[in-house]
């Protein structure tokens, strides 16, 4: 700063931020031209519990910057508030609506297990580890005939964004804490970010059929942190329950439904829809899948949707089982084909009756992205490279970061950008959802990344230029092993390890369904070769949907050890019968290598 102060005639120039209103942190802190930790510190002191990729509004941007001896000019601010004008709905038009409740907590503490005895339906098996990797939005309908909606938000701690973006749409949080073990960190994270949207809790303390589970001593922990339960005198419900047998759950929902009668909710069903984009993939077959959360409103097929810069019609409209629905009124969770991209996970969406304005709209927020991004992309100085001469051994790691949700993308994101050190940069060159593609690879050899495929695989032509051009590509299905194989590259302590190999690729051209056996599909082997104990992958449309075993391979009737590249082959898949014509059957061999980046 004192180098500014020196030049009077540029003091006015350098110490006004042009920028726009929810900008997130680590933008802000490259705009300044501090590090991203002393932004969230700043924060911090200042009572605001934030995270590298969390967006501030403008009242917190002004606050934050002043502190850094900055002015802000905001861009189009007064437009953008014009445009979002919030519409006021008369009381009379208000009627009832579900609670929209989210499930928080430390991770393996039991959400999801009991989301899935609720729902009489297995998710976890869906999820890799048993480890939720994203949002999940479910509708449920008790036998009373009451309805509540859940989200449920992953525990580990590098979701600490998604769990945020799950307390800012939710009525109520259940807070599951595992009565065998303790409050833990991402527990109390949670806790904070309920109070922080002031949303009110109920705990939920599982597994207290558990040998070694002590409620009283999560209580007793509870209370450290000024939270006093009912049976403690406070004002907190909770209620022990196993969600594995199901021991209590009936009672948790009638608490669930008491705390939601004490808040009377209400929204006006007669109107154009508007809430929150839950999750966003893309599929292939189908185009970009978004799960939104329809808050106020009633959402039909065909209505014209903008959420942030990205617009469309809605042209199909599903729950989250996959069955077809025409409309959704307030609280309902679905998913909606139509949208011309995948919108960022926690951005509100709003229903617009004229094309031409939602059409402008979308487009001149994705040209202020554009000019934040511009601005915000920092270029070496010559200050830069004198500091990185004086290190020494200072390097930077680029990343590609692709994923299967943006939800997952983010997280990966956000807790990668955190491990940089004063030695070893780590820079995320660009993230998007979708399969691997030629341009991506362009990009790592353009930029000397390495692209980390979350979920997701590369196209034939994309695997084919990243092995001419040397590009290494790392896939996972595990956030926080990623996040761990990273850390220890930088640290320099990658040990040899088993590693995936694909050994060979094949496409299944015929499906056939044999009665007591199965499905069966007839394939041909492109490359490589498959034999009897080869370990696949199901890639569909360049997303990883199924990892598991051969439960036969045939050559015509007669059951081989191997088939080469070129020639064709039956096989049935162990425990799995939902093949189709065109899915990629990758089959792969673990070995022991020395891993490098």
Not at 11 to 30: G, H, P, R
Request: proline share 2%; glycine share 8%; aromatic share 4%.
């Amino acid at each position: 700063m004192a180098e500014k102060r020196a030049i009077k005639e540029g003091e006015d120039v350098d110490s006004k931020l042009q920028l726009t209103e929810f900008i997130s942190v680590s933008e802000l802190a490259n705009l300044m031209d501090v590090n991203f930790t002393d932004v969230i510190s700043k924060c911090m002191s200042l009572g605001i519990m934030v995270s590298i990729n969390q967006r501030l509004d403008a009242e917190v941007i002004e606050l934050v910057a002043s502190e850094f001896g900055f002015e802000v000019e905001f861009i189009n601010l007064e437009q953008e508030a014009e445009q979002e004008a919030e519409i006021i709905d008369a009381p009379e038009d208000m009627e009832p609506r579900a609670p929209i409740v989210t499930i928080m907590g430390h991770v393996d503490h039991g959400k999801t297990s009991l989301l899935d005895y609720i729902r009489r339906a297995n998710v976890v098996a869906g999820e890799a580890g048993g480890i939720t990797q994203h949002i999940g939005a479910y509708e449920v309908t008790l036998e009373n005939g009451k309805e509540i909606t859940f989200l449920d938000t992953p525990g580990h701690e590098a979701f600490t964004a998604m769990r945020a973006r799950g307390a800012k749409v939710t009525d109520i949080a259940v807070i599951v804490v595992s009565a065998d073990d303790s409050v833990m960190p991402q527990t109390k994270e949670a806790i904070s970010h309920a109070q922080a949207a002031g949303v009110p809790m109920i705990f939920a303390i599982n597994k207290i059929d558990k040998d070694g589970a002590n409620p009283d001593r999560i209580r007793e922990q509870l209370s450290a942190m000024n939270i006093l339960v009912e049976e403690w005198g406070g004002k907190y419900q909770s209620q022990d329950i196993s969600a594995k047998s199901g021991l209590n759950v009936d009672l948790l929902l009638e608490k669930i439904l008491l705390e939601a009668e004490i808040l009377d909710l209400k929204a006006n069903p007669n109107r154009f829809a508007n809430g929150s984009v839950v999750e966003a993939s893309l599929d292939k077959g189908r185009g970009f899948v978004s799960t939104i959360l329809v808050q106020s409103g009633t959402l039909k097929i065909g209505d014209m949707i903008v959420a942030g810069s990205i617009f469309g019609r809605v042209k199909a409209m599903t729950d989250e089982r996959g069955k077809k629905k025409t409309k959704a009124g307030p609280s309902t969770p679905v998913q909606i084909l139509g949208l011309n991209g995948a919108p960022q996970s926690g951005e509100k969406f709003k229903v617009y009756d004229d094309e031409v304005e939602a059409k402008e709209i979308a487009n001149h927020r994705a040209q202020i992205l554009r000019e934040q991004g511009m601005r915000t992309k920092k270029h070496i100085t010559l200050d830069e490279i004198g500091r990185r001469l004086a290190l020494g051994n200072f390097k930077q790691l680029n990343v590609i970061i692709k994923g299967d949700v943006d939800g997952s993308v983010e997280a990966l994101s956000d807790s990668l950008q955190r491990l940089s050190t004063a030695e070893i940069a780590v820079s995320v060159v660009h993230k998007a959802v979708g399969q691997i593609t030629e341009s991506d690879v362009l990009l790592a050899t353009a930029s000397d990344a390495i692209i980390l495929g979350f979920q997701v695989r590369p196209s034939s032509q994309a695997a084919k230029l990243a092995e001419n051009e040397n590009i290494e590509i790392r896939y996972y299905s595990i956030i926080y092993d990623a996040i761990d194989e990273i850390r220890s590259a930088m640290e320099g302590l990658l040990e040899p390890k088993i590693e995936k190999k694909a050994v060979c690729n094949i496409e299944v051209r015929e499906v056939f369904k044999i009665t007591g056996v199965g499905t069966i599909a007839g394939c041909y082997v492109m490359d490589g070769k498959i034999k009897r104990d080869t370990k696949i992958n199901l890639v569909r449309e360049g997303i990883v949907i199924y990892t598991g075993e051969l439960a036969s391979l045939k050559r015509y009737k007669d059951d081989v050890k191997e088939v080469l590249s070129g020639t064709e082959c039956g096989l049935g898949i162990k425990n799995y019968n939902d093949l189709k014509e065109g899915d990629i059957i990758e089959g792969y061999e673990e070995i022991e290598v020395k891993r490098t980046l």
